[in-house]
């Protein structure tokens, strides 16, 4: 639906019809997007001008930043307010206050909305639908409006709870402790006059606004750190309280296309320093490998998710529009090498939060950067880092990415000649190199083979996890029998070294233990009971999650008889990890918690000894005994 406004000189107001549906008189272009001004910010212009209340009874909008009156622009600059003397104007705007009244702009307005009625009862009604498709298979429980006592959040609140007939929709309140005692005024009143809606408040009491600004600096465009702190980090912590985990990582992919929508950067192709700008190259390269990069990106808060570090779509977008431009400017552009300047700000190195191999002051404060520099990745030894470290060859890498980093490595190296070994400093650098190699390897490398399935890269399991790509395909539900029963080995091998302490996956049954809580090793154990391997089955089941489509979703479990054991991405890695030997099986508390629950419920299953009989493990060089001690008036010891 076209936003175009025209200007009916005879009702002195813009409408989205040529013909004024009011009076029927033919209007002129224009413009696109306009807002009426309101009498306080008409009388400051007014001030600004000198001309006090010479605009009081005329019809003033704004669009774009450019003021009209009755439809025509006047000539005044936003800029303006910078030079302009302020104790002059707060004595104007003083002067004037009482008699600057509301009389004339209700008219006006009125007269606006009584001609577009049709227009806004058409947004209504698309909103409306919107809301009632998108709603479909969602229990309004697990429905929520983001409230602030805004016009914006009022409205959708009015949208949502009329489209699903409603009125128990719960509202959260982000108070960012920065609220005009209007908008608290207001809430309240919200409140009163809508006692059906729960309205939750989300808070930050721990932290001080203005003591945080003598930290870190006021929040700026550049670094909104307050937004953060105030309130899309409490408003999630509240919504986590309340709701079920809220799963956005399928929104990363959308996201990305919508930055890299050609609309976005038409005019930067024919900018002047399109071929040294770092931003641009960006957009270029990630175009061009869009699949393999943006894979990546999800595999990345797949992994948060499924730890408990969840992104909001607001933080996703924060990331990634970060990453792509680095908050340059075209002014910046200007006076930046285009090589180094390509390297610097390459995406893979403000993914992570580094210009080049230095970290960008203050980037952890966008949370998905900080979580990423907590994992440290790029720190991860990789199979690939002979190749790239030991013989130099950085053909994985796309051509112009390869290009930009074998010139780093040249540069790098004909500074290594001069240099002794034992400078401390240059060995630093060393490593710091290795890492914005491996990062760049991380969301670019192999992009050029287009036969590959970006989705499951062997790269994935060895930055996040043994059993990583598998957990990932069971949850997609493109996981085949194959896959299933390799996981469902790995298990009981990784179940039969925990009840034991020794390997041995030539064995049927499982035995439940007696064994010690730390990893002493015990050559004798004495068992509880058994379980046969082949009543284990991992499957996935189709599962729900708030505001995503599901039809994909899979839980994935550990089925055994009528029971079922969920297993998160931390505990098939865990498994993976003990089966192959990599850990020890109590390194993790919080892992070692869910295999001790696992085996409270796998009692359940197992096989109970007789009364009169004792089963003792005896573990040897060779391989576990199970012994059978049957008590009667004879002691008698069975081999088994």
Same mark, same amino acid.
């Given at each position: 639906?076209?936003?175009?406004?025209?200007? +009916?000189?005879?009702?002195?107001?813009?409408?989205?019809?040529?013909? /004024?549906?009011?009076?029927?008189?033919?209007?002129?272009?224009?413009?696109?997007? =306009?807002?009426?001004?309101?009498?306080?910010?008409?009388?400051?212009?007014? =001030?600004?001008?000198?001309?006090?209340?010479? %605009?009081?009874?005329?019809?003033?909008?704004?669009?774009?930043?450019?003021?009209?009156?009755?439809?025509?622009?006047?000539?005044?600059?936003?800029?303006?307010?910078?030079?302009?003397?302020?104790?002059?104007?707060?004595?104007?705007?003083?002067?004037?206050?009482?008699?600057?009244?509301?009389?004339?702009?209700?008219?006006?307005?009125?007269?606006?909305?009584?001609?577009?009625?049709?227009?806004?009862?058409?947004?209504?009604?698309?909103?409306?639908?919107?809301?009632?498709?998108?709603?479909?298979?969602?229990?309004?429980?697990?429905?929520?409006?983001?409230?602030?006592?805004?016009?914006?959040?009022?409205?959708?609140?009015?949208?949502?709870?009329?489209?699903? #007939?409603?009125?128990?929709?719960?509202?959260?309140?982000?108070?960012?402790?920065?609220?005009?005692?209007?908008?608290?005024?207001?809430?309240?009143?919200?409140?009163?006059?809508?006692?059906?809606?729960?309205?939750?408040?989300?808070?930050?009491?721990?932290?001080? @606004?203005?003591?945080?600004?003598?930290? *870190?600096?006021?929040?700026?465009?550049?670094?909104?750190?307050? +937004?953060?702190?105030?309130?899309?980090?409490?408003?999630?912590?509240?919504?986590?309280?309340? %709701?079920?985990?809220?799963?956005?990582?399928?929104?990363?992919?959308?996201?990305?296309?919508?930055?890299?929508?050609?609309?976005?950067?038409?005019?930067?192709?024919? /900018?002047?320093?399109?071929?040294? /700008?770092?931003?641009? *190259?960006?957009? %270029?390269?990630?175009?061009?490998?869009?699949?393999?990069?943006?894979?990546?990106?999800?595999?990345?808060?797949?992994?948060?998710?499924?730890?408990?570090?969840?992104?909001?779509?607001?933080?996703?977008?924060?990331?990634?529009?970060?990453?792509?431009?680095?908050?340059?400017?075209?002014?910046?552009?200007?006076?930046?090498?285009?090589?180094?300047?390509?390297?610097?700000y390459l995406f893979s190195n403000l993914? @992570?939060?580094?210009?080049?191999?230095?970290?960008?002051?203050?980037?952890?404060?966008?949370?998905?950067?900080?979580?990423?520099?907590?994992?440290?990745?790029?720190?991860?030894?990789?199979?690939?880092?002979?190749?790239?470290?030991?013989?130099?060859?950085? #053909?994985?890498?796309?051509?112009?990415?390869?290009?930009?980093?074998?010139?780093?490595?040249?540069?790098?190296?004909?500074?290594?000649?001069?240099?002794?070994?034992?400078? &401390?400093?240059?060995?630093?650098?060393?490593?710091?190199?290795?890492?914005?190699?491996?990062?760049? @390897?991380?969301? @670019?490398?192999? #992009?050029?083979?287009?036969?590959?399935? !970006?989705?499951?890269?062997?790269?994935?399991?060895?930055?996040?996890? &043994?059993?990583?790509?598998?957990?990932?395909? &069971?949850?997609?539900?493109?996981?085949?029998?194959?896959?299933?029963?390799?996981?469902?080995?790995?298990?009981?091998?990784?179940?039969?070294?925990?009840?034991?302490?020794?390997?041995?996956?030539?064995?049927?049954?499982?035995?439940?233990?007696?064994?010690?809580?730390?990893?002493?090793?015990?050559?004798?154990?004495?068992?509880?009971?058994?379980?046969?391997?082949?009543?284990?089955?991992?499957?996935?089941? $189709?599962?729900?999650?708030?505001?995503?489509?599901?039809?994909?979703?899979?839980?994935?479990?550990?089925?055994?008889?009528?029971?079922? %054991?969920?297993?998160?991405? $931390?505990?098939?890695?865990?498994?993976?990890?003990?089966?192959?030997?990599?850990?020890?099986?109590?390194?993790?508390?919080?892992?070692?918690?869910?295999?001790?629950?696992?085996?409270?419920?796998l009692k359940k299953l197992s096989e109970?000894?007789?009364?009169?009989?004792?089963?003792?493990i005896v573990n040897n060089t060779d391989?576990?005994?199970?012994?059978?001690?049957?008590?009667?008036?004879?002691?008698?010891?069975?081999? !088994?």
């Amino acid at each position: 639906m076209t936003s175009a406004l025209y200007w +009916c000189n005879s009702c002195n107001i813009p409408t989205y019809h040529e013909v /004024c549906p009011k009076c029927g008189n033919k209007g002129f272009y224009f413009t696109t997007d =306009a807002r009426p001004v309101f009498p306080e910010e008409r009388l400051l212009i007014e =001030a600004v001008l000198g001309e006090p209340m010479k %605009f009081h009874e005329h019809s003033v909008w704004n669009s774009n930043g450019i003021y009209y009156v009755d439809g025509k622009k006047i000539k005044f600059s936003i800029n303006s307010l910078t030079t302009v003397d302020l104790k002059r104007i707060r004595a104007i705007l003083a002067e004037y206050e009482a008699e600057n009244s509301y009389d004339f702009f209700y008219k006006n307005i009125t007269t606006f909305i009584e001609a577009n009625r049709l227009r806004y009862d058409d947004i209504t009604s698309e909103a409306i639908n919107y809301i009632i498709k998108s709603s479909k298979g969602y229990d309004p429980t697990s429905m929520f409006v983001s409230f602030s006592g805004g016009k914006d959040s009022t409205v959708t609140s009015h949208l949502v709870r009329t489209a699903l #007939s409603n009125p128990s929709i719960i509202h959260i309140f982000g108070d960012t402790t920065l609220e005009l005692p209007d908008t608290i005024e207001y809430v309240e009143r919200f409140k009163r006059e809508n006692r059906k809606t729960p309205m939750l408040t989300s808070k930050n009491d721990q932290q001080d @606004f203005f003591e945080l600004c003598k930290e *870190f600096g006021p929040p700026s465009r550049m670094l909104r750190w307050c +937004c953060t702190i105030f309130k899309t980090g409490f408003i999630s912590k509240r919504i986590d309280s309340t %709701f079920k985990r809220v799963d956005n990582v399928s929104f990363a992919r959308e996201i990305m296309s919508k930055l890299l929508s050609k609309d976005l950067w038409a005019e930067c192709e024919n /900018c002047p320093n399109c071929s040294k /700008c770092p931003i641009y *190259f960006n957009v %270029f390269q990630i175009r061009k490998y869009q699949d393999r990069v943006t894979s990546a990106v999800e595999a990345f808060y797949r992994y948060l998710y499924e730890n408990d570090k969840q992104m909001t779509i607001r933080q996703i977008l924060s990331q990634l529009s970060f990453a792509l431009t680095g908050n340059l400017t075209c002014k910046d552009i200007n006076v930046i090498y285009k090589d180094s300047g390509k390297f610097k700000y390459l995406f893979s190195n403000l993914f @992570f939060g580094y210009g080049g191999i230095e970290e960008i002051d203050n980037a952890d404060q966008i949370q998905g950067i900080a979580y990423a520099k907590e994992l440290k990745l790029d720190t991860k030894g990789l199979n690939v880092d002979y190749k790239l470290f030991v013989t130099g060859n950085f #053909s994985d890498f796309p051509p112009d990415i390869e290009k930009l980093i074998s010139k780093q490595h040249r540069l790098f190296a004909k500074r290594h000649l001069n240099i002794d070994d034992k400078d &401390i400093e240059f060995n630093t650098d060393d490593l710091k190199y290795r890492r914005a190699i491996r990062r760049a @390897f991380i969301l @670019f490398g192999n #992009s050029q083979n287009d036969k590959q399935d !970006n989705k499951y890269l062997p790269l994935y399991d060895e930055l996040f996890g &043994i059993g990583f790509n598998s957990y990932i395909r &069971i949850q997609n539900g493109e996981a085949d029998n194959k896959l299933l029963n390799s996981l469902r080995n790995t298990i009981t091998d990784a179940l039969y070294l925990a009840m034991t302490g020794t390997s041995s996956k030539m064995a049927r049954n499982i035995p439940l233990t007696i064994k010690r809580s730390d990893d002493y090793f015990q050559s004798v154990m004495i068992t509880t009971g058994n379980f046969k391997k082949s009543n284990f089955k991992v499957n996935g089941t $189709p599962a729900e999650t708030v505001f995503e489509d599901t039809n994909a979703k899979h839980a994935v479990k550990l089925q055994f008889g009528s029971d079922s %054991f969920k297993l998160s991405l $931390p505990m098939v890695t865990y498994f993976e990890e003990i089966a192959n030997g990599m850990i020890s099986t109590i390194s993790n508390p919080s892992l070692t918690h869910g295999l001790s629950k696992l085996k409270a419920l796998l009692k359940k299953l197992s096989e109970e000894a007789d009364n009169d009989e004792i089963t003792v493990i005896v573990n040897n060089t060779d391989k576990p005994i199970e012994l059978k001690i049957i008590v009667d008036d004879n002691l008698l010891i069975e081999d !088994n």
